[in-house]
């Protein structure tokens, strides 16, 4: 979204140029070429970059450009894109507004010359409207070969006619001169990752490989990376669901071309860039989407705190004070979202609670789907039947939107691979009827945010006639008639346990130490402490495939007992009840410095409620069901860093039996049309 202040020079700019002073144009800037030979430019002091490599089109003109417009010359040019068959003054101020409007990579700067075309079989272009351009200070317009010849015009704009008619979308460009033709190359602005939450910016290197390459821009002081984001106007034609949304990814998933680190500067060491992409963010991408970045992430996706993290700088989190914990392990991904606009979704991976925990302390959407919904093929593992994929959104239809594209049957994991039935997702209003509230786990810590709940559930039972039944989870799951089944500690610290750690041993752990010890004279690698005794010390005749298996036996009679007694489906519901609890800290602050969190106005992450056997984050990991973070409000905390009243969020965990992902995603989209849910800002406030 633009900023008001945009809009509103955009329009007395576009609407009034005829009798404004005239425009003042910004002068580009040549920065540098890239390894990769592309162009970094500046324009009115804001960073792009220009795949002059990899051109979107080239235009062959039928007259060269005057003398003194020499070849090589770099003439940031606009596409203007029309249907009209009489191209006017009004339609041309049209055009430019409603890119002004919804875009923030073109701006009035890349008008120095113009290419103006349009979907009509036999255009003309009125004079006037030409002659109208110069008082943006136009300097070169290229017409569409279709277009009549145009007689009269009075301007001194250079105006030549384009001699093939290929098409291409609107939009910001750089123009390079090469004899009598224009390589138009695709521009992205360049954002400072101020947050520090990337690790680098990414863009697809537009040779047809599927590769991408990272940006190797940052910037002083601090070394913020450069993000790059392309022209939202190149996909206003583009029909696909995810077209042009910029999605940043989580290091754990292959992108082609990239080397895939898991936040481990010795895992990227040993390995090479890979030669695919994930089959999930292939999917991304085949629907549009355009991958800018990848976030950090706490190393090799474990639960580490900020203070533990040695290899990667802990990102920050707009919200509140600043200096506000992330979480842990997609902890760039809900911090991003947060905080900048520019940016629309961030994906990342949630074995015990990765999603789920920053998106609460960011205030932002995110999910831990189903187990088994979508293929984590290319991903770094956990725990290969725990693992799942969700993604951060700032906006509750947006984020179904999203998900209910990207999440698709062909991409569902085998039993093989979960241990469970294969996964049905009705995308139905089988809403369910009852709101359990486990009384083990709620109400929320800080008494100031229950009010909000207390407004949340009654809005959500009056809107859905929907039941609040209290219940003691610990206590009905111990009730269990199977001794296996019943107990908690036994599934959590055995089963959950074992089939959290044995997939990243086999696939990662074993091969790193093995590598780096013949590399390095017997040394191990060095690792964040989260990883380091687990991996130094862990004893294959107690963690094996077969173990494992019997891992997975247990897991598979837990789901099948929760999917009998506590979360069930009945022919009106697809799953009978929606279960709340709250994965983050209840509305207290919890920091990224580890001593403020002993306050008693703080709270650590991951604290065990008082009679609970498991934390509520485990519960999904281990029954399968579907369990997303919900943003609802927020309250005053006086911050231990401003010494000042600062704003923290207060989220809900919104939890349904395995596969009725869909059936929440529709019941999210009601309660945000009928105002219960919102979409959150970027910054120190999420409302
Ligand atoms: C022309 O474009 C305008 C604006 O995008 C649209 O509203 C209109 O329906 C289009 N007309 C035709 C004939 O395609
Ligand atoms: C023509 O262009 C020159 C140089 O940009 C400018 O100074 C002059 O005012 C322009 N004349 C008209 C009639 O637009
Ligand atoms: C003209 O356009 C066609 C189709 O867009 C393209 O195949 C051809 O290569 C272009 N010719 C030149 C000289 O650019
Ligand atoms: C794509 O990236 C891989 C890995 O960096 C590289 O080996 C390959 O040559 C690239 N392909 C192209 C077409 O540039
Ligand atoms: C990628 O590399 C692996 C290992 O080097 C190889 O087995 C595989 O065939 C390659 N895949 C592609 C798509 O090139
Ligand atoms: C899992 O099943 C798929 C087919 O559904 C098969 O291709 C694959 O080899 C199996 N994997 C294992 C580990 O058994
Ligand atoms: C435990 O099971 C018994 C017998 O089915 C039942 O009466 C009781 O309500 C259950 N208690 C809990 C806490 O679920
Ligand atoms: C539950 O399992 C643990 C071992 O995982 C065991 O120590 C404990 O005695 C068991 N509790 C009950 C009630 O059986
Ligand atoms: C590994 O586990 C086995 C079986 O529990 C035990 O006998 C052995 O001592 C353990 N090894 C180490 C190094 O702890
Ligand atoms: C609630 O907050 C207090 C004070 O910080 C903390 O000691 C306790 O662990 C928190 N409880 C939960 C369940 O988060
Ligand atoms: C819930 O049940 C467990 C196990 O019976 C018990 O320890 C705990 O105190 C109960 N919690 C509440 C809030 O009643
Ligand atoms: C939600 O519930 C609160 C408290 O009952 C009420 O004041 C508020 O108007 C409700 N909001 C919506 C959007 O229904």
Redesign the pocket.
Known sequence: MPSLATIVVSISLYAASANAAPYKRKAFTLVQKTVEDATLFKLGGINYLANTQHPAAVIPLAQPFPAGVGEGTNIPVTVLSTNATVVTQAVLADILESYADGDDVFSEDFLEAVYITSSASTPTIDKSALEDLAGMDVRHIVIAKHFASVSGYAGNATIVKATNASSFPPGPYLATLSGASLSLAPVYRVYEDSYRDFLFGIYNTGDGSGNHTSLEVSYPNFGYRGIPVPSRLYFWNDPRPLAGYRVAIKDLFDIKGLKTSGGSQAWAYINEPANATAPSIQRIVDLGGVLVGKFKLAQFASGANPWDWQDEHYPFNPRGDGWLTCSASSSGGGCSIAAYDWLDYAIGSDTGSSMRRPAAVSGTYGNRPSQGMITLERVIPLGGATDTAGVFSRDPHKWAHFAKHWYTPSLHQSSNITGLSALQVPNTDAFPETILYP??YLPLNNSAAEPILDAFIANMSSLFGMTVKRF?F??TV?NATNPAVANLTALADGALDIIDSYTQWVEIAKPLIITWAELFDGRFPPIDSARRTGWQEFNESQVNLQTYNQALGQKSAAVTWYETHLQYSTSESCSESVMLYDIGTGGLPSYREEGLNNSPNASFLAELPP?AVITGASICPLYGCADFTIPIGQVEYYSEVTFHTEMVPVTINMVVKRGCDFVLFNMIEKLADAGVLRSVKTGKTAF
Do not use: K, L, S
């Open positions: 009384i083990d003691n610990t206590a111990e009679g």
